[in-house]
């Protein structure tokens, strides 16, 4: 079974831009959370969504967003940048089973804001 | 509020030993906790999970201890192998649903260096 895809795995965009970052979990999955990894805050939750819905945030700006099409694939949007959304960014996917919350990660996509 | 804590930044062992991987945690509401392996510019893998209903889960070289009590768990790696080197990161959730959905709170990560 392919593990999660991200696309891009680099990105470098400018300030003020803004950036979309794609998820596509292990077939089967219908949960797709979203992370972002910096040295200094280490890995934190952005949001989660199921059957096309978000069910749950972490706090973050507005400016952080996303969304879950039919197909259980995920994109999230980080509009007008900042440097200090230079990170890693993760996605996972999970199956949902009741009292199992075991995530699988994609590669990763590096954003660097100049 | 840090409610996930690896307290040693970095843990060396020799090929052959034990490693043993600590993490505490302060949320009451916490029932699942999950062990990563992390290699840089990756994403984690996991490793190992277990549920507040036990206090043991072991998997091949990979043992997870909980010790509810003391909201305390551990990682033992027996033997340790030079190809376990990497970041080690533990994370925790809830089920309680709402704010719980999808959502891990990790540790800072512990650095393991395997030397052969």
């Known amino acids: 079974k392919a593990g999660v895809t991200q696309t891009p795995r680099y990105l470098i965009k400018t300030r003020g831009q803004q950036v979309t970052l794609s998820c596509s979990p292990i077939?089967?999955?219908?949960?797709v959370s979203w992370y972002q990894q910096t040295p200094g805050q280490g890995l934190q939750f952005l949001f989660e969504y199921f059957s096309e819905t978000q069910r749950n945030k972490g706090n973050f700006p507005g400016r952080f967003s996303g969304r879950q099409f039919s197909n259980s694939r995920s994109e999230m949007n980080v509009s007008t940048l900042e440097l200090g959304d230079s990170a890693l960014y993760l996605c996972?996917?999970?199956?949902?089973?009741?009292?199992?919350?075991?995530?699988?990660f994609g590669p990763g996509t590096r954003l660097t804001v100049l | 509020d840090q409610q996930v804590k690896q307290n040693s930044p970095s843990l060396s062992v020799q090929e052959g030993r034990i490693s043993i991987l600590n993490c505490d945690y302060t949320?009451?509401?916490?029932?699942?906790f999950l062990w990563y392996k992390k290699y840089p510019a990756e994403g984690p893998t996991f490793l190992i999970s277990i549920s507040s209903i036990k206090d043991k889960n072991e998997d091949g070289r990979f043992t997870v201890f909980l010790n509810k009590s003391a909201k305390h768990l551990s990682l033992h790696i027996v033997p340790s192998q030079p190809g376990d080197s990497a970041v080690y990161f533990c994370a925790a959730s809830g089920s309680a649903g709402g704010t719980s959905y999808g959502k891990l709170t990790f540790g800072q990560g512990t650095i393991l260096t395997v030397h052969p």
């Open positions: 077939s089967g999955h219908r949960s």
């Open positions: 996972a996917s999970s199956l949902v089973i009741s009292g199992n919350n075991e995530q699988f």
């Open positions: 949320n009451s509401m916490f029932d699942y």
